[in-house]
């Protein structure tokens, strides 16, 4: 008899398997941490919240939403909201108040879970049962249970969370990814990467992102040791490599970026760097440099995967794990590729539109955006996912990634919808025409760029305009710097000609993504 594919699966196996084996090492000196937990304990704090959710009247198919950096009790709400027929909606806690008010209205979310942290920036953002996580009240929703939860008809093809993403549209769009989505991007993961019950790994990934890659059901499922990091310092994230031995992680080039910079500081000071030839680093969410790679390998002695996916997409598309046959090269020449987006992960197929457009077909694409049928027939028409990313298939199959159809600029692993940007921008009195893109940036990748052409009789400054649009955006979003030209290049039917504006910026450059 068939059984069906649900994320709840994950932890019940592993507090089955590795009960009294420690499941998560929160961060020490936060509020409400959680120090260490067994997975039996994991298990039983998921369960409680699933009969804290019953007792509520919290039906299935209800949407929780979730504000909060890295912790234990979000990698257990994956499962106690997930795993007993709920919705998760991780929110991006980075967003404003405004931003935030709108993913949960947008969602319908019937209960909010916010910590402490942003409980006085999200005053006033509500929803019919509002938890904040001081460690007294999730104390309570968290409660170790003996008892089971309400049964569910389990089904894979449901929805276990909404992820809201930026995209080409103003507002962000909630990407409904199913069980059966999650749960198979997780064992392809898993299958790739190597994830054993032997593995250390280190929560350096934003767990609103995507669900984390899947890894939260990934490692759980293997009965990994977890160990979480609420914010990203390159050092600290030395420290706990070297403290708990990790051996997997995962992050943007913007958070490898930050690791390389911690790792020169100690060589300077001649200190140790910690897990050569032990750890595994998956990088995604945009390609990281060929230097980049070369460092990791030559400075750290950390092995480097690269993934390329997308929210969308569960995210798991394409995977570059170098074959023993390139050791033989030269670094520079293995980093260059290793450096290509990869080959197609077990189970998807890839391929490219005339224009160029990568398309993608596999058990992990998504569901559909939330509430939103044109957009999702817009991208899944003709049967594939449009990426709104440019590439080709070069040799070996090796996908290459090389510029972005689609209106987004990718910073520091966020992604940002010009539109989005633009649209603020217009709101100010002295700007007639605005286009946003995105340039290189050593540090973040790329970052945001305005160029405003100014109302006539009008004035404003690069300053006015940033500090402008930080007032009323999440500050990743904001535009660094702003040039003013006279006029912008449009077509003779008026459409905007970005590529004309990026252009400069990227000369010289093999691909225009960063
Ligand atoms: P998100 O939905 O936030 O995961 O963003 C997905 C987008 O990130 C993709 O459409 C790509 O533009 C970009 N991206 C992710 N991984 C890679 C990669 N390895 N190389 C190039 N671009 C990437």
């Given at each position: 008899?068939?059984?069906?594919?649900?994320?709840?699966?994950?932890?019940?196996?592993?507090?089955?398997?590795?009960?009294?084996?420690?499941?998560?090492?929160?961060?020490?000196?936060?509020?409400?941490?959680?120090?260490?937990?067994?997975?039996?304990?994991?298990?039983?704090?998921?369960?409680?919240?699933?009969?804290?959710l019953?007792?509520?009247?919290?039906?299935q198919?209800?949407?929780?939403?979730?504000?909060?950096?890295?912790?234990?009790?979000?990698?257990?709400?994956?499962?106690?909201?997930?795993?007993?027929?709920?919705?998760?909606?991780?929110v991006?806690?980075?967003?404003?108040?405004?931003?935030?008010?709108?993913?949960?209205?947008?969602?319908?979310?019937?209960?909010?879970?916010?910590?402490?942290?942003?409980?006085?920036?999200?005053?006033?953002?509500?929803?019919?049962?509002?938890?904040?996580?001081?460690?007294?009240?999730?104390?309570?929703?968290?409660?170790?249970?003996?008892?089971?939860?309400?049964?569910?008809?389990?089904?894979e093809?449901?929805?276990?969370?909404?992820?809201?993403?930026?995209g080409t549209?103003?507002r962000?769009?909630?990407?409904?990814?199913?069980?059966?989505?999650?749960?198979?991007?997780?064992?392809?993961?898993?299958?790739?990467?190597?994830?054993?019950?032997?593995?250390?790994?280190?929560?350096t990934?934003?767990?609103?992102?995507?669900?984390?890659?899947?890894?939260?059901?990934?490692?759980?499922?293997?009965?990994?040791?977890?160990?979480?990091?609420?914010?990203?310092?390159?050092?600290?994230?030395?420290?706990?490599?070297?403290?708990?031995?990790?051996?997997?992680?995962?992050?943007a080039?913007?958070?490898?970026?930050?690791?390389?910079?911690?790792?020169?500081?100690?060589?300077?000071?001649?200190?140790?760097?910690p897990?050569?030839?032990?750890?595994?680093?998956?990088?995604?969410?945009?390609?990281?440099?060929?230097?980049?790679?070369?460092?990791?390998?030559?400075e750290?002695?950390?092995?480097?995967?690269?993934?390329?996916?997308?929210?969308?997409?569960?995210?798991?598309?394409?995977?570059?794990?170098?074959?023993?046959?390139?050791?033989?090269?030269?670094?520079?020449?293995?980093?260059?590729?290793q450096?290509?987006?990869?080959?197609?992960?077990?189970?998807?197929q890839?391929?490219?539109?005339?224009?160029?457009?990568?398309?993608?077909?596999?058990?992990?694409?998504?569901?559909?955006?939330?509430?939103?049928?044109?957009?999702?027939?817009?991208?899944?028409?003709?049967?594939?996912?449009?990426?709104?990313?440019?590439?080709?298939?070069?040799?070996g199959?090796?996908?290459?990634?090389?510029?972005?159809k689609?209106?987004?600029?990718?910073?520091?692993?966020?992604?940002?919808?010009?539109?989005?940007?633009?649209?603020c921008?217009?709101?100010?009195?002295?700007?007639?025409e605005?286009?946003?893109i995105?340039?290189?940036?050593?540090?973040?990748?790329?970052?945001?760029?305005?160029l405003?052409?100014?109302?006539?009789?009008?004035?404003?400054?690069?300053?006015?305009?940033?500090?402008?649009?930080?007032?009323?955006?999440?500050?990743?979003?904001?535009?660094?710097?702003?040039?003013?030209?006279?006029?912008?290049?449009?077509?003779?039917?008026?459409?905007?000609?970005?590529?004309?504006?990026?252009?400069?910026?990227?000369?010289?450059r093999?691909?225009?993504?960063?």
């Amino acid at each position: 008899m068939r059984v069906p594919l649900t994320v709840g699966d994950h932890l019940r196996r592993a507090a089955e398997v590795y009960a009294g084996k420690p499941a998560i090492v929160d961060e020490p000196g936060t509020p409400g941490s959680w120090g260490t937990v067994t997975y039996r304990q994991l298990d039983a704090r998921a369960r409680g919240m699933a009969i804290a959710l019953d007792a509520l009247g919290v039906g299935q198919g209800e949407r929780v939403a979730m504000v909060s950096p890295n912790a234990s009790r979000f990698q257990a709400a994956f499962f106690g909201v997930s795993g007993y027929g709920r919705i998760l909606v991780p929110v991006n806690y980075r967003l404003n108040a405004e931003e935030i008010r709108y993913v949960v209205e947008h969602s319908r979310a019937s209960v909010l879970l916010v910590d402490p942290e942003s409980d006085e920036a999200l005053a006033g953002v509500t929803a019919k049962h509002r938890i904040v996580l001081d460690g007294v009240a999730d104390a309570e929703l968290f409660a170790e249970a003996t008892a089971q939860p309400r049964e569910w008809a389990a089904d894979e093809d449901a929805t276990c969370s909404i992820n809201y993403t930026s995209g080409t549209t103003a507002r962000p769009k909630g990407v409904q990814l199913t069980h059966r989505n999650c749960w198979i991007n997780a064992a392809t993961f898993g299958w790739h990467v190597g994830v054993g019950d032997s593995d250390v790994f280190l929560h350096t990934l934003p767990m609103f992102h995507c669900n984390g890659w899947g890894m939260p059901y990934a490692v759980t499922a293997m009965g990994c040791k977890q160990v979480v990091v609420r914010k990203i310092v390159g050092e600290e994230i030395l420290r706990r490599v070297d403290e708990h031995g990790v051996t997997l992680l995962c992050g943007a080039p913007a958070v490898v970026a930050a690791i390389l910079d911690a790792a020169t500081a100690r060589a300077q000071r001649g200190e140790e760097i910690p897990g050569g030839g032990r750890v595994r680093i998956v990088v995604a969410g945009a390609p990281p440099p060929s230097k980049t790679i070369e460092r990791v390998e030559g400075e750290l002695g950390w092995e480097l995967i690269q993934i390329y996916g997308l929210t969308e997409t569960s995210p798991l598309l394409t995977i570059n794990r170098a074959p023993a046959e390139w050791d033989a090269l030269a670094a520079p020449e293995r980093a260059r590729r290793q450096s290509q987006a990869g080959v197609v992960a077990l189970g998807v197929q890839i391929a490219t539109a005339g224009d160029g457009e990568v398309l993608a077909r596999s058990n992990h694409v998504f569901a559909g955006y939330w509430q939103q049928p044109e957009e999702t027939a817009r991208v899944l028409e003709g049967g594939w996912f449009h990426t709104g990313d440019e590439g080709h298939v070069g040799d070996g199959g090796y996908l290459v990634i090389s510029d972005r159809k689609k209106d987004v600029i990718i910073t520091g692993g966020e992604n940002v919808s010009s539109v989005e940007v633009e649209d603020c921008l217009y709101q100010h009195p002295a700007v007639a025409e605005v286009a946003v893109i995105g340039v290189p940036d050593d540090k973040w990748g790329e970052t945001v760029k305005a160029l405003v052409v100014l109302r006539s009789g009008q004035d404003t400054s690069q300053a006015e305009l940033i500090a402008f649009c930080r007032e009323r955006m999440a500050h990743y979003k904001c535009p660094t710097s702003v040039e003013f030209p006279d006029a912008l290049p449009r077509t003779a039917t008026g459409k905007l000609q970005k590529f004309r504006l990026r252009a400069p910026y990227w000369e010289g450059r093999d691909r225009r993504v960063n």
